[in-house]
């Protein structure tokens, strides 16, 4: 459950700012909001679930910065396309875009769908791509972009995670793209590819023990990552002019258990 308590020590690193996150209704998502509004940030709480990003707004209110709800279906240009025009109407522009929202594509090959495969590419680096257009005229002359990755691809086994670890190499390509391409426009984009304590992940670590423990034993760190203290603080420390320097590259924040080289 995310902490309520605010941690000054970003010392307002991002304030002033203002931020567009998607699937910021739990998880991560959450995490990355809820950091950013210590660090100053007014946001923008993108997602399917309104009771979720009404709780998400009330907390980060409690920190005192301001929020927004907005209903989105990442998979629907239309939907995006709204979600950005609401940013527009409440705040009057968009500084830093987080592109976290995506369904998950598991399952081995034989098994998968094509439904279940279009499903991750549409609501992953297709969502992702729209959403860089979008926010990009705003996002010009110091905006920040940070896509949501996965070490999945670096797995000993890919069995069953083909899909997913595609999709998600592909947004770590197109953020390269956009980092090369944009950087004149002074848009900075990187990848982050993290290992948090998700509704997701904690629902695995509770109901499947004898798997979760020695996965957990196998972390250099012997802990999963915190969505706000470990994933959320990075972030925004990562979007703040503290990081001005980093552009175009994939980060994990995994507590060492991936190899990225």
């Known amino acids: 459950m995310a902490s309520t308590a605010p941690h000054n020590s970003l010392n307002n690193c991002l304030q002033g700012k203002v931020a567009l996150i998607t699937g910021a209704g739990q998880g991560v998502g959450q995490g990355i909001a809820l950091a950013m509004a210590d660090a100053g940030a007014n946001i923008v709480v993108a997602g399917r679930t309104l009771d979720k990003l009404q709780h998400t707004c009330d907390l980060i209110r409690e920190r005192g910065c301001e929020a927004v709800p907005v209903q989105c279906n990442v998979m629907s240009a239309e939907s995006l396309q709204n979600t950005v025009d609401v940013a527009l109407e ?99 984009s990187n990848v982050i590819l993290p290992l948090a304590s998700s509704p997701g992940l904690q629902r695995w670590i509770e109901q499947n023990p004898r798997e979760s423990k020695p996965f957990i034993r196998s972390l250099p760190m012997q802990r999963v990552g915190d969505c706000e203290q470990d994933i959320g603080r990075f972030v925004a420390s990562l979007c703040s002019d503290n990081s001005a320097y980093i552009n175009g590259q994939s980060i994990a924040i995994d507590g060492g258990q991936a190899y990225m080289g």
């Open 90 to 188: 409440t705040f009057g522009t968009v500084d830093i875009l987080v592109n976290n929202a995506q369904e998950t594509c598991l399952g081995t090959l034989l098994d998968l769908t094509e439904e279940t495969l279009d499903a991750g590419w549409q609501s992953g680096p297709k969502a992702t791509f729209r959403m860089m257009k979008l926010c990009y005229p705003h996002l010009k002359g110091g905006g920040c972009i940070v896509n949501l990755a996965s070490t999945s691809a670096k797995r000993w086994d890919s069995s069953g995670y083909g899909a997913y670890a595609a999709a998600k190499d592909a947004i770590k390509a197109l953020t390269r793209a956009a980092a090369c391409e944009w950087a004149k426009d002074g848009i900075r």
